[in-house]
């Protein structure tokens, strides 16, 4: 692919330098076509069974996006007290709300319990606490299904070496402390890990999970968890995740579990990357360009305070350049270089010997695939303000859906 940007008309209406000019740089411009297609995709895995796909927001927890995953019917999972009061400013019923904490203290639990939100526990204190604060009550538990998937091993949330969920080995132990309380488990949930593009790992965890659904009398859902991986390699030919053999395959598991349990109960995804990865593009403008020890540096105002991703995962991102508005398609003028931001960390660099068009001071980098664990790990380390963000609509124009910050936000909770 010569141009993602240029291949689905990504900015629509807009011209990347007119944004950058109103908005502020650097800049996250989303687009709406692309982010309900992905919301489509997902609520559409399984169609022969009961099933819903609930977003996890903490991959974008946008007001904005809530918003649309709302209208698109997908529910939405909580990994905090604050995300549960966001769901429900953006208008999000209770019980459309599942709660999946990990070491919270009372307070938090007691506020979904107050609040009529669906918990699942995912270690035996938790549960303990959890019966304590509300005995008799429904909940949910997270379980280690053994089998863990993901790009890094920062992001493998199951296996042997995670702290997420109650082990197999201590399955029966929780069953235990729910009686304790005559707390009913309705529901388990696993989580194997994030962006895989190979479906293999995360199949063999729905047949473990499956099993172990099986020690229960009767569950209301069984939630597969997500972790669906996106072509970050897009320009370079990777291809799309597999959606359509998954649901074969998937399917398949769930017609041997239904026949030999008696009884459908709801099946659940939850992905988070997924969903809002491919709808944003991070532009930026370029400050410098120099080198040092025969490295060539594109200095841009893109920090690590702006993306995290690779500096904490050593993460690729596809870079398109940008320059009086147009894509600099690939030519045979290519140089490597490193591409970095204005934070005062050495780490600092969003891609580290990559071959890209010459490009010049001034020229826009364009940062694809930024739309998920791009704004919501943001920060302001060096006192940088975090950056606006921008939804290109259905019609094809800019609307802002979060202004840029100023340096009166950063000083507002100093006493």
């Not at 639990?109 to 008799?136: R, W």
């Not at 082990?167 to 929780?174: H, K, P, V, Y």
């Amino acid at each position: 692919m010569d141009s993602y940007i240029n291949y689905c008309n990504f900015f629509g209406n807009a011209a990347p330098e007119k944004l950058l000019s109103e908005y502020g740089s650097p800049l996250y411009v989303y687009n709406e076509n692309i982010l309900r297609n992905s919301m489509r995709n997902v609520a559409n895995i399984v169609t022969k069974y009961p099933f819903t796909c609930n977003y996890s927001i903490k991959a974008n927890s946008n007001l904005k996006i809530l918003k649309i995953a709302l209208e698109e019917g997908l529910n939405c999972d909580a990994m905090s007290e604050g995300e549960i009061r966001l769901l429900q400013m953006a208008g999000f019923p209770n019980d459309r709300i599942f709660y999946v904490p990990n070491n919270v203290s009372k307070e938090e639990l007691q506020f979904a319990i107050d609040n009529s939100i669906l918990t699942s526990l995912d270690s035996i204190a938790q549960l303990e606490l959890y019966g304590q604060l509300n005995p008799g009550g429904r909940c949910a538990i997270r379980i280690n299904p053994g089998v863990g998937a993901g790009h890094h091993e920062k992001v493998v949330t199951a296996g042997k070496n995670t702290k997420f969920a109650i082990a197999s080995d201590d399955l029966d132990e929780a069953i235990s402390v729910a009686r304790k309380y005559d707390l009913r488990i309705i529901g388990i949930n696993q989580h194997v890990g994030s962006l895989f593009m190979n479906p293999d790992a995360f199949l063999s965890s729905c047949r473990n999970i499956l099993h172990f659904a099986e020690r229960f009398d009767r569950l209301d859902f069984i939630d597969f968890g997500g972790g669906f991986g996106v072509p970050y390699h897009k320009l370079s030919g990777e291809e799309a995740f597999d959606f359509a053999s998954l649901t074969l395959k998937l399917t398949d598991l769930l017609d041997e579990f239904v026949d030999k349990v008696g009884y459908t109960p709801l099946f659940k995804t939850e992905p988070g990357r997924y969903v809002p990865c491919e709808s944003a593009i991070l532009l930026g403008k370029v400050y410098s360009v120099k080198t040092n020890a025969d490295k060539k540096y594109v200095g841009t105002d893109i920090g690590m305070n702006v993306l995290m991703r690779p500096v904490l995962y050593d993460s690729w991102h596809d870079i398109e350049v940008i320059r009086n508005n147009e894509v600099v398609l690939p030519s045979d003028k290519k140089e490597k270089v490193n591409v970095v931001g204005n934070i005062c960390e050495t780490g600092d660099i969003i891609a580290k010997e990559r071959e890209l068009p010459i490009i010049y001071k001034d020229d826009i980098i364009a940062v694809l695939d930024a739309g998920a664990y791009g704004f919501s790990m943001s920060s302001n380390y060096n006192m940088r303000y975090r950056p606006a963000e921008v939804m290109i609509g259905s019609d094809g124009n800019p609307v802002l859906i979060r202004r840029r910050e100023t340096f009166e936000d950063l000083i507002r909770q100093f006493t």
